[in-house]
């Protein structure tokens, strides 16, 4: 099957299952890691827009639930329902997803995208104060890193050509500074 083809194939399925994130977000991560969107578009982002009027920010959510949902999926029936759902746990390392997902179902909470949030929260705060004063990380700050690591994925992913190397290690090094700095003034 051709490019073309392919991405009509995606496009069908996506058209026919609006509401099921798994089936649209699995779609869409495949129409832009094959780059796909390129047959008429020059950005993933453009096509999202233009072709299903939705956001690029609910896009990547999308896809990036589909990715918990992947980890998950192997250790059992019970899965987050919906995109909501598993957004509180993008960001974590499969590892962390698997072992928050199961601490979360021992709770035996009902599973809503607010207990999942609550109870990650809950989590965080707890190992939080189990961290030498020294090693504690804000919400704010974590929250600014996972943003820089998914931009840096999608960067690498669709642009990552036209970045070298070393300007992308000079940029690094640019951050490291700023940081640094920061904590002289304190």
């Known amino acids: 099957m051709d ?9 069908t399925l996506i058209s026919a299952n609006q509401p099921d994130f798994y089936v649209v977000g699995t779609s869409l991560s495949e129409i832009q890691e094959h780059l796909l969107y390129k047959i008429e578009y020059g950005s993933f982002e453009a096509y999202i827009e ?6 690029k920010t609910h896009a990547y959510r999308m896809i990036a639930a589909v990715k918990v949902i992947n980890c998950l999926s192997p250790i059992g029936d019970s899965v987050p329902n919906n995109e909501a759902q598993a957004r509180p746990l ?41 961290m030498p ?43 490291l500074n700023k940081i640094q700095e920061n904590s002289d003034d304190k």
């Open 90 to 130: 993008t960001g974590f390392s499969p590892t962390k997803i698997k072992t928050l997902w199961h601490l979360f179902l021992q709770s035996e909470q009902p599973i809503t995208a607010r207990n999942i949030r609550r109870f990650i929260f809950q989590q965080r705060k707890k190992n939080e104060s189990k």
């Open 133 to 175: 004063s020294t090693e504690r990380i804000s919400e704010a700050y974590q929250q600014a890193v996972e943003n820089l690591l998914l931009q840096i994925d999608i960067n690498n992913k669709e642009h990552w050509k036209t970045t070298s190397l070393k300007t992308a290690l000079r940029w690094n090094k640019v951050c």
């Open 50 to 55: 233009n072709q299903w009027d939705m956001s």
């Open 3 to 11: 490019s073309s083809q392919r991405l009509v194939a995606l496009e």
